[in-house]
């Protein structure tokens, strides 16, 4: 990312939040996406927000400049959680945004610490889902909310197509929407709401697909021609679950 960034610019000197936002958001959706969350979320200043599974930072980063709230960010990935932490002292946004090492389905929080929680295409990863969803409920405090997006299961989602994402994608399991809702609501949560974000996701999905194949050479020499190949296939197989509606997305809202 520095690397792209440093040949566009010539120098990391005086890099702004707004020029790292161009290339730090890899989730599906982009800054769009952080605004509806923000907006589904009622994110303001002052608040304390929780981005679980966070990455290398950037939706976190965003929050904190875009609302002037305080963010904390954690993450399973030691090297995403000094990463996120690097990017964010070179933006100068390290007064706002912090970053812990932990387990979503652990969190290394007192009870009622959090205004929000988000977290964006990451309890697909998780085993114990429910588990994850009963600590988000935990940290926040009463009236705060839990948003968050993830791949679920469509109607003709198979076996083998677990296998499928498995392999791909280490997905744990991928639940269908009302095995969320009811996950969501075992936890204690209220109003709780779930919005269909599968038609605006599979073009985001063709776009990677061409750009993964647009950088194989890239890719080649830093992995290896058979590793880039197998997973351009399973991209592929991605793309066709989605087309098909196998698989698709979701925004969930959730009221402590």
């Not at 389905?105 to 205004?115: G, I, K, V």
């Not at 990863?125 to 679920?152: M, N, Q, S």
């Not at 095995?179 to 209220?190: S, W």
């Not at 194949?213 to 290896?224: H, K, Q, S, V, Y």
Request: with cysteine; charged share 25%; aromatic share 10%.
């Amino acid at each position: 990312m520095l690397a792209k960034i440093r040949d566009a610019r010539g120098t990391l000197a005086g890099l702004t939040p707004e020029i790292l936002f161009e290339h730090d958001q890899d989730h599906y959706g982009g800054l769009a996406a952080n605004d509806a969350l923000a907006e589904a979320a009622g994110i303001d200043a002052g608040q304390l927000v929780l981005d679980v599974c966070c990455g290398l930072g950037g939706p976190a980063r965003y929050q904190a400049w875009k609302h002037g709230c305080r963010v904390i960010g954690l993450d399973a990935n030691p090297g995403r959680v000094e990463g996120a932490r690097e990017l964010t002292e070179l933006v100068h946004l390290d007064g706002q945004v912090a970053f812990l090492y932990g387990d979503a389905q652990d969190l290394p929080f007192s009870d009622a610490s959090f205004d929000v929680v988000l977290s964006q295409e990451a309890f697909l990863h998780l085993a114990d889902k429910a588990k994850g969803v009963a600590e988000a409920h935990r940290v926040l405090r009463p009236g705060g909310r839990f948003v968050f997006t993830d791949w679920i299961a469509g109607p003709d989602f198979r076996a083998a197509d677990r296998g499928v994402m498995w392999s791909g994608v280490a997905a744990r399991g991928v639940p269908r929407v009302w095995d969320y809702l009811g996950v969501l609501e075992d936890a204690g949560f209220t109003g709780v709401a779930a919005t269909d974000l599968s038609a605006a996701w599979v073009p985001i999905l063709r776009d990677r697909l061409a750009m993964y194949e647009a950088l194989r050479a890239d890719a080649i020499r830093r992995t290896g021609e058979d590793l880039h190949r197998a997973y351009c296939r399973f991209y592929a197989k991605f793309v066709e679950l989605a087309e098909s509606g196998a698989i698709g997305g979701a925004r969930f809202v959730a009221v402590k």
